[in-house]
């Protein structure tokens, strides 16, 4: 069976890569040419090069292939509205046209929990053991959640008109050994003394393991109960959110503790005021604070996986201590915390 990915170079990408092969898998990825691809040469991958705003190497990625993984996108809380619908919407209903054409079985799409948040000023977001019942956000946090709504309607669309099998995945908080792009940033704010809990309460989530995520992904591939089904997918463990901070933190090497928490309408009015100061000048860079990141830090945001579990045989595999020791060692093994915010500068 070949898969065709998108994302294959990033944090989970990567991973999902990997276990695709030791499965035995032909593997195809999309890379654009300035990315480091040493690790899919050393596994064997097909590279076909390209990226989100390539047209035709969109329409030719699938072909010959049996499943796809659409795990590339635009994820980040700044930047033009034009850029956000080209890379997470244009680029997915070109994908899944073209793995309509070319008899693609199964199209297997990367989402986010955020497609649920919501943003006011009022209050944050509350989201409880939530399950995929549970609506978009009326009230858009930005333009990367408005557009990964739109891309997952596109997906399922063309499972209930276009008879594509297509499968939405909601990871939430994905996190571990690997991640060379949330953690670095995580540890950075807090050596600097700038990371900061806000609004009230525990503000629970549910984390989301790397390996438990690529486990959910390969279920997927032939189960039957998949196809135009939306699945919230996490280790299945409800945490404070700064619990985990903390944890990962210190298996990072740095001892912290949440301080004083930021009130929420503060917060969010900071941000608002920022973001509109940015947006007049037309800055590239983001704010230092925006409301998704008010949003992030806020409110609790916890999803049930019963759905996955029932129906498709989801039962996460890596628990919150043993990830937190290959978390640990993986630190270690690059050489301690300074090796680690070395990516924060790579990036």
């Not at 499968?167 to 900061?196: E, Q």
């Not at 920022?274 to 800055?283: A, D, G, Q, R, V």
């Not at 919150?320 to 630190?331: N, R, T």
Request: charged share 25%; aromatic share 10%; net charge neutral.
């Amino acid at each position: 069976m070949k898969a065709i990915v998108t994302g294959g170079t990033g944090f989970i990408g990567s991973k999902l890569v990997k276990a695709l092969v030791a499965n035995g898998y032909d593997v195809r990825c999309l890379v654009r040419k300035t990315s480091n691809v040493s690790l899919l040469e050393e596994l064997g991958v097909e590279l076909f090069h390209g990226d989100l705003s390539d047209v035709d190497a969109l329409r030719d990625l699938p072909a010959g292939g049996d499943v796809v993984f659409h795990l590339a996108a635009l994820v980040t809380d700044w930047g033009d509205k034009e850029n956000f619908y080209k890379y997470n919407v244009d680029a997915t209903r070109i994908l899944l046209e073209s793995s309509k054409a070319h008899g693609i079985k199964r199209f297997i799409y990367m989402s986010s929990s955020t497609v649920v948040w919501k943003s006011q000023f009022w209050r944050p977001h509350n989201l409880v053991d939530i399950d995929e019942t549970y609506p978009y956000a009326d009230t858009k946090v930005d333009h990367y959640n408005a557009t990964k709504i739109e891309a997952e309607k596109l997906v399922l669309q063309y499972f209930k008109e276009k008879e594509l099998e297509t499968t939405v995945v909601r990871p939430s908080n994905v996190w571990g050994a690997g991640d060379t792009v949330i953690l670095p940033r995580v540890v950075m704010a807090a050596k600097k003394g700038i990371l900061y809990p806000m609004g009230s309460g525990d503000r629970f989530v549910t984390p989301c393991h790397v390996d438990n995520l690529v486990k959910a992904l390969l279920i997927l591939v032939g189960n039957k109960n998949a196809p135009g089904n939306i699945y919230f997918i996490n280790d299945g463990a409800k945490i404070p959110y700064m619990d985990f901070l903390a944890n990962q933190l210190k298996a990072s090497g740095v001892e912290w503790r949440p301080g004083f928490s930021i009130p929420y309408k503060f917060a969010f009015s900071v941000a608002a005021v920022l973001e509109t100061i940015f947006k007049l000048t037309k800055s590239k860079k983001p704010p230092v604070l925006t409301k998704m990141a008010v949003a992030a830090l806020s409110g609790s945001r916890s999803y049930k996986i019963q759905k996955a579990k029932d129906e498709i045989g989801y039962e996460p595999s890596v628990d919150m201590d043993s990830g937190m020791e290959e978390l640990k060692l993986w630190v270690d093994d690059l050489g301690g915390t300074d090796e680690l915010l070395k990516y924060v500068v790579k990036a």
